[in-house]
């Protein structure tokens, strides 16, 4: 008897965790929603001439609050040139 109250314990114990978990890992995927959100609302905002000084294109935005912009590719001249250096 002891023994089937240990194991029907141990059910929910699981069951408890698992759902905090579950519970948990929710929270954490809604607050990485809500930042994308807010990123995407927030560089939509910009006028192309201030997104044009951040060096990003409007067509960046939803890659850059994704987190998955990269910068390799761009403008490769100025990244050569030794007077822009520190300022590009």
């Not at 059910?11 to 408890?16: G, K, N, R």
């Not at 929270?27 to 951040?54: G, P, V, Y």
């Amino acid at each position: 008897m002891t023994q089937a109250i240990i194991t029907v314990g141990n059910i929910f114990s699981d069951a408890f965790q698992g759902l905090f978990e579950l519970v948990h890992d929710m929270k954490i995927k809604a607050n990485h929603r809500k930042m994308i959100r807010q990123t995407r609302n927030e560089l939509s905002q910009l006028t192309d001439h201030e997104l044009k000084d951040l060096g990003i294109g409007r067509s960046d935005i939803e890659s850059i609050a994704r987190g998955t912009w990269r910068r390799d590719g761009m403008n490769t001249k100025t990244q050569a040139n030794d007077n822009l250096r520190g300022w590009v």
